[in-house]
């Protein structure tokens, strides 16, 4: 008999809350707490999972925190909940910060922790991770509906001016991070396995005739090409095949009884 790993969620938006729904069935998970700033969505959590307040105590009543908020939440809580305990996080722009990076692998080696970064709306982050002393050349290409794209960060474009196909962005995954934050976690994923957000290509498309969230990875090396596509539905800032591929990554992160691991 296995005691139950203990989860907590940052975050009750889409995936927030469907990792609740799914876990919480799951016979292995207890989930601990649930935290949200946004008091309108943490009503939406059941009164005994709410954490109505931050506090770092949170981190040490669990195995594993799920971050599916936003990259500010990385920032913020990534650095005490490592010295606690586990973390998996969802909003990977925020690894863009060199030194924030570097800080949390510091934390992790210190403190025997682990940061997990689940392949969420993208395939192939295995290939790449375990290929890029081959690759020269890591490019992707995202687009997604004007209307499903957060233009906060960017002075440059509105949605009300996206009335045909239009190039947003193409250039170094870094910058690409600090203009989209929320809409571009893929790119900083596929940076994190590969050549880095510096040495990854980036270009983002808005199209209003699209309803689809469409990722086109290539890596080149010599004698070597790998190309990975991918389209799915999208509503809000999230895919369908986000949703289902983020639980079944965290059911294996969380069962240490299989005997054998896909990743």
Same mark, same amino acid.
């Given at each position: 008999?296995?005691?139950?790993?203990?989860?907590?969620?940052?975050?009750?938006?889409?995936?927030?809350?469907?990792?609740?729904?799914?876990?919480?069935?799951?016979?292995?998970?207890?989930?601990?707490?649930?935290?949200?700033?946004?008091?309108?969505?943490?009503?939406?959590?059941?009164?005994?999972?709410?954490?109505?307040?931050?506090?770092?105590?949170?981190?040490?009543?669990?195995?594993?925190?799920?971050?599916?908020?936003?990259?500010?939440?990385?920032?913020?809580?990534?650095?005490?909940?490592?010295? #606690? +305990?586990?973390? $998996?996080?969802? %909003?990977?722009? !925020?690894?863009?910060?060199?030194?924030? /990076?570097?800080?949390? =692998? &510091?934390?992790?080696?210190?403190?025997?922790?682990?940061?997990?970064?689940?392949?969420?709306?993208?395939?192939?982050?295995?290939?790449?991770?375990?290929?890029?002393?081959?690759?020269?050349?890591?490019?992707?290409?995202?687009?997604?509906?004007?209307?499903?794209?957060?233009?906060?960060?960017?002075?440059?474009?509105?949605?009300?001016?996206?009335?045909?196909?239009?190039?947003?962005?193409?250039?170094?995954?870094?910058?690409?991070?600090?203009?989209?934050?929320?809409?571009?976690?893929?790119?900083?994923?596929?940076?994190?396995?590969?050549?880095?957000?510096?040495?990854?290509?980036?270009?983002?498309?808005?199209?209003? #005739? +699209?309803?689809? $969230?469409?990722? %086109?990875?290539? !890596?080149?090396?010599?004698?070597?090409? /790998?190309?990975?596509? =991918? &389209?799915?539905?999208?509503?809000?800032?999230?895919?369908?095949?986000?949703?289902?591929?983020?639980?079944?990554?965290?059911?294996?992160?969380?069962?240490?009884?299989?005997?054998?691991?896909?990743?």
């Amino acid at each position: 008999m296995h005691d139950k790993k203990r989860i907590g969620i940052i975050g009750f938006g889409k995936i927030g809350s469907y990792l609740n729904k799914e876990l919480k069935a799951t016979e292995a998970v207890e989930i601990k707490w649930v935290y949200d700033t946004d008091e309108k969505a943490l009503q939406k959590v059941p009164e005994s999972l709410r954490a109505t307040g931050w506090d770092k105590t949170l981190s040490k009543e669990v195995d594993l925190v799920v971050e599916t908020a936003n990259f500010k939440a990385v920032e913020e809580f990534a650095p005490e909940i490592l010295k #606690e +305990t586990n973390m $998996a996080i969802m %909003s990977t722009t !925020a690894l863009a910060d060199k030194n924030l /990076l570097q800080d949390l =692998k &510091a934390i992790c080696r210190k403190n025997s922790s682990r940061l997990f970064v689940p392949h969420g709306a993208i395939l192939g982050l295995d290939g790449i991770q375990d290929g890029k002393s081959s690759l020269e050349s890591v490019k992707i290409v995202t687009t997604k509906p004007p209307q499903n794209l957060d233009y906060s960060f960017t002075e440059k474009w509105n949605r009300e001016d996206i009335k045909s196909k239009t190039v947003l962005y193409e250039g170094p995954t870094f910058n690409l991070c600090q203009i989209f934050p929320r809409n571009v976690n893929v790119h900083a994923s596929i940076a994190l396995a590969g050549l880095g957000f510096q040495d990854t290509y980036s270009r983002l498309i808005a199209d209003p #005739e +699209t309803d689809k $969230a469409q990722h %086109s990875v290539e !890596a080149k090396g010599p004698g070597l090409t /790998l190309r990975v596509q =991918k &389209a799915d539905y999208i509503e809000g800032v999230t895919g369908t095949y986000t949703l289902e591929s983020t639980i079944n990554s965290l059911k294996r992160i969380l069962d240490e009884t299989r005997t054998i691991q896909i990743y």
